[in-house]
């Protein structure tokens, strides 16, 4: 009797009761923080999406994959797949991942100071929709060039976009990629 | 390693504790049918439960019954999770369509939420629709967390003179627990949680269209409220693959705090509650003590081998600036990423905010530690409580060996039978850890689960029995875990780690509560000082921990030497 009493309040009444007050008073955040543009959702701003244009800032590696369309039994690498979020799981010695940071750095020189440590690894959800100060600074160039730019504007995008840690203690600094990518887009 | 860091790790810690005293005091007062702040709001809806289920919260149990009580609501929600699980096809809000999972995945994780593991050998999103989230899983997370403090309060009554071996009401414990902690304390977090952008939606996904013109699917659901009590009773099995490093389980730094706080908070609890049903106050202060130094310890060793990065990828080029961020969101960073880890596999909650696979050598070395020694440092809610009384015993024990004289805790005599069930109950644990990891390394089967070669293989397949063992359900998640040998093993090793330690220690219980309580005499080894606390501890490392020494030192620590040799595999 108990069982069916504690199935009906904790598994029926609230989960249903909550999900609608929270539509109620906020929806945005109870249905996934969607971003819109003219409209039309474009993201979450929670979740990551990959950006390939060099034009764009670019998101961390994600090792997130989806099923593979010719033989289901295996997967194919899909970067920000957020029906299947997952991590590497690449231990710090496996040669996977020093390949896939080589790979990653090609024929490029190493930055001073070096390529900032998020830009070279991937996210424990595979979604990571941040990126650290240092590594969006390091992109400054590339998309400066792709969008014919003064790379000071973009700079000065980026203080703008960035959320400090909390109290200035708890945390890292973060720019959001989504949102820093779509204030760029608005750049005249 | 940077003050910044440390200050993160230690000042959290101080908060949870400060709460955690107060909140003890609480569920006590509950457990006795006292009234509190809550019992106008709440009273009537627990006379309603009791009426309902027919219960008589003063009818006492002695061990046997209330034990038996324990297993049968925990063999009911199993079974009827199994139906759920396979059935989730015929039942509502499966916006997805996903068909029922198999038999054999079924029992895994049917027994995984019953025994408070959550272990996953499932994924969340890809194969279980919202109403099964909800009906079986959401549920079991409350009745598995309810279930362990019921047997800690069980096992603290014991120890005080008036008990005359009746231990409690184990239906009426459930259901206040229930009522009186667990439900107000995660609808708050649910709110917290909706504000800072957790999701809770019936729909099943959403598409949208990114920038550059892609369709992204991204996978929604009721996730608020499951994340809240996934948290709170240290359950930890996800709403989403990725668990808690998910942005829609943990949306940002103050969710994470806010996670991290509560996932500590009940198991901290439990030694004052302890120290109050027993009567003895100062005696649950020394647990809370060796708890929190302990766990304080280990946080800080975990951070400082994360916050140094990998050396490999530093040959690279790689800046080291923050630290080893493979597997890690920069939301959180290293600092909070190490004290999530070391938390949530000290408290057998097994929620991740980072890949503990891509843990740096001795990081990870901490966190399969945390879980071999027993989950006792502060442990799952409940069982860390019953599990450091064990060691307490333990400890009085070596004391009284040291001066023979008959120990006794808590003006209890802790004679050959109390000391035989203890040693029982602590040796089922590596048992099943290391002879699970050393019979599946030996099958092929075992050998490819496993994603990372080398050392790091084998600490994958320790880490999966630690954890099914130690009821946590972390996992170096590269591991293939949804296999025969897997399914089926670690599941029985989850009821041992549960069940085989829980009814010695429930006898246990039983035998010390018809004793007679003594007055401390001029031998009487004080439990309420510095000095049990720094044997207490020392029991724990020693007893708990060295059995484990050559797998870690063949794992994680082969890893480390190989790592600094610039080695890779």
Known sequence: MLVVLFTVLCGLALPLGITGLAGLVVPVQAGGSLVLRDGQPVGSSLIGQSFARPDYFQTRPSATSAPDPKDSSKTVP?????????????????????????????????????????QMTSSGSGLDPDISPENAAQQVARVAAARKIDPARLRALIDEHRQPALLGLFGG??????????????MK | MTALGVAQIVLLLAVVVGCAIPLGAFIAAVLSGRRTFLSPVLGPVERGLFRLSGIDPAHGMGWRTYTVALLVITAVHTLLLYAILRLQFYLPFNPQGFTGMSPRLAFNTAISFATNTNWQAYSGE???????????????????????????????????????????????????????????ISLLMTAALLALGAPQTLLGSVTVTTLEGVKQVISIGPVAFQEAIKILGTNGGGFFNANSAHPF??????????????LLLIPFSMPVMFGLLAGRARDGMALLATMALLLTGFALLLYAAEAGGNPLLHALGVSNLGGNMEGKEVRFGTALSSLFAASTTATSTGAVIAAHDSLMPLGGLVTLFLIQLGEVIPGGVGSGLYGIVVFALLAVFVAGLMVGRTPEYLGKKIQAKEVKLAMLAVLILPLSILGGTALSLNTASGLGSLANAGPHGLSEMLYAWTSATGNNGSAFAGLSADTPLLDYGLA???????????????????????????????????????????????VILILGGLQYLPALSLGPLAEHFAMLAHATY
């Not at chain 1, 390949?99 to 100071?113: F, L, M, N, S, W």
């Not at chain 2, 099964?132 to 362990?148: D, E, I, P, R, Y």
């Open chain 2, 249 to 262: 389980e943990n949306p940002g730094i103050l969710s994470d705090l806010i996670e991290n706080w509560a």
């Open chain 2, 126 to 184: 890809t194969t279980l629709s919202n109403g099964a989230q909800m009906l079986g899983l959401t549920v079991h997370n409350f009745v598995s967390a309810a279930v362990g403090i019921s047997a800690a309060a069980a096992v603290s009554r014991a120890f005080s003179p008036a008990s005359k071996g009746v231990l409690g009401n184990a239906w009426a414990d459930i259901t206040r627990i229930v009522l009186y902690v667990l439900l107000p």
């Open chain 1, 78 to 118: 899909l970067p920000y797949n957020a029906a299947n979020s997952s991590a590497s799981n690449l231990a710090p010695t496996a040669k996977a991942l020093i390949d896939r940071v080589k790979a990653q750095i090609g024929t490029g020189t190493a930055p001073e100071g070096g390529y900032a440590q998020d």
């Open chain 2, 492 to 538: 029985i090793a989850m009821i041992l780690g549960r069940f085989a330690f829980l009814v010695p220690v429930m006898a246990i219980a039983g035998s010390l509560s018809l004793k007679q309580s003594l007055r401390p005499g001029a031998g009487t080894f004080p439990t309420d000082g510095a000095l049990f606390v720094g044997l207490l501890a020392g």
């Open chain 1, 173 to 186: 600094a973060r720019v959001n990629v989504l949102e820093l990518n779509l204030a760029l887009d608005r």
